[in-house]
């Protein structure tokens, strides 16, 4: 199964599939390519000292639905050229176009740092610490295109201890992520999750 990573920043769970790989734990996959819209970004460094193919889509104007269109048209050729079998999205901080998540269809996975369908979008750590919630946790779902809302393959819960902060909470949500995202991958490519 070829997979592709879609990251735009520090990029530690494309390293956690990386690492998965070269341990030998992810049976089957192979890890063709690895596209960011962050020029520079840290997940595309890490790919590059990995070894594994890279590409750039910025957006480069203001981001009507016109131009996310044309750069997403072009990422689904890249992806097509590279015969991926799954996109893994990884701390990608685009909205993906509709045609883009039809084009990809069960075959587009994402890894956010809480328990859907609560604190979907953008901190979701720094959310479930101001909604003062006792524990919160990782999804793994394919992607629709709703924002954090297809299906949910795998999840996983973690107490909120008491004096945690952003950091400390990040730091244990983070170890979760980093085993949750590989083991789906391993399941999928052992097929037994069909997409759905
Ligand atoms: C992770 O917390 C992931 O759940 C969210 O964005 C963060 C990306 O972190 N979607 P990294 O770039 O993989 O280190």
């Known amino acids: 199964m070829r997979i ?3 990251a735009s920043g520090n990029g530690s769970n494309l390293q956690a599939i990386i690492d998965a790989i070269g341990e030998g734990a992810l049976t089957g996959v192979v890890l063709a390519l690895v596209l960011s819209d962050k020029p520079g970004c840290r997940a595309l460094e890490r790919a590059v000292e990995a070894g594994v193919a890279t590409g750039v889509f910025e957006l480069l104007t203001t981001p009507t639905s016109g131009v996310r269109a044309e750069r997403d048209r072009a990422m689904i050729e890249r992806l097509r050229a590279e015969q991926i ?17 039809q084009a990809f269809a069960g075959r587009l996975i994402n890894v956010h740092p809480s328990l859907l369908p609560r604190f979907p979008g953008l901190d979701a750590i720094g ?70």
């Open 4 to 6: 592709a990573v879609l």
């Open 127 to 196: 959310q479930a610490l101001d909604a003062g919630v006792a524990e919160t946790g990782v999804t793994v779902h394919y992607v629709d295109e709703g924002v954090d809302t297809g299906p949910v393959i795998a999840q996983e819960s973690l107490p909120i201890e008491p004096g945690d902060t952003a950091d400390t909470l990040a730091e244990r949500v983070h170890a979760i992520e980093h085993r949750l995202l590989p083991s789906v991958i391993v399941e999928i490519a052992a097929g037994r999750l069909t997409g759905h």
């Open 85 to 101: 079998d799954l996109v893994v999205l990884a701390g990608y901080m685009q909205i993906l176009s509709a045609e883009f998540v």
